[in-house]
């Protein structure tokens, strides 16, 4: 039963245009979300979150949104560079007392330019 | 600043070997993590250690075992490797303030096992 779930194993962007990463929660007590990128031989890496008392978070060119009530975040990265070609990885979280991470099976993200 | 290493970052079995992957972290982190990445199925926690010498079971435990040897390291083990366990291994760690945990985690670069 998958409880973090992003639909769209990949995704092509035109440098310098909008990439919206989709992403699904079924667990009503996520109360924190992040996205995670990652390179190819190499770790992911923590790249933006979002507390569900919020519904945007912005850090230049990368912003999360979170819409509770059809458990649902996206991340938007404008404009897209070739750098940003990667594996991104959605994750979940209740931060009440210890929890373990969530994760999505990831959206490859290529950037042609 | 090292963060989070593992090693070794290859390695070939044969079925019915055993073998410790090792990790450790020096960014004083309480809480240590060893996932699993498989092609399409992202990244699923194997075990986890919530603080220094207590360690709980993730999603996909069996045939594994683990030790937090101090609050720097955290050894994953199998004891006889099987074919299923082909994968890419990454231990991870995280700060909890005050028993919470975010999610923030930091990875270590991976270790790629093949069990033939």
């Known amino acids: 039963d998958q409880q973090v779930k992003q639909n769209s194993p990949s995704l092509s962007v035109q440098e310098g245009r909008i990439s919206i990463l989709n992403c699904d929660y079924t667990n009503s007590m996520f109360d924190y979300f992040l996205w995670y990128k990652k390179y190819p031989a190499e770790g992911p890496t923590f790249l933006i979150s979002?507390?569900?008392?919020?519904d945007k978070n912005e850090d230049g060119r990368f912003t999360v949104f979170l819409n509770k009530s059809a458990k649902h975040l996206s991340l938007h990265i404008v404009p897209s560079q070739p750098g940003d070609s990667a594996v991104y990885f959605c994750a979940a979280s209740r931060t009440g007392g210890y929890q373990k991470v969530t994760f999505g099976i990831g959206t490859k993200l290529q950037v042609i330019p | 600043n090292a963060g989070v290493t593992q090693t070794p970052k290859f390695q070939v079995l044969k079925t019915g070997q055993s073998m410790t992957l090792q990790c450790a972290q020096d960014m004083n982190h309480n809480s240590m993590y060893w996932y699993r990445q498989d092609p399409g199925m992202g990244l699923r926690l194997i075990y986890y250690?919530?603080?220094?010498?207590?360690?709980d079971k993730g999603e996909v435990p069996n045939g594994y075992n683990v030790s937090r040897l101090n609050k720097r390291e955290f050894s994953l083990r199998l004891e006889s490797a099987a074919p299923s366990q082909t994968s890419v291994y990454f231990c991870?760690?995280?700060?909890?303030?005050?028993?919470?945990?975010?999610?923030?985690?930091?990875f270590g670069e991976g270790s790629r096992l093949t069990v033939l």
């Open positions: 991870a760690s995280s700060h909890t303030n005050r028993g919470r945990n975010t999610g923030e985690l930091f």
């Open positions: 979002i507390s569900s008392i919020k």
């Open positions: 250690s919530a603080s220094e010498g207590t360690t």
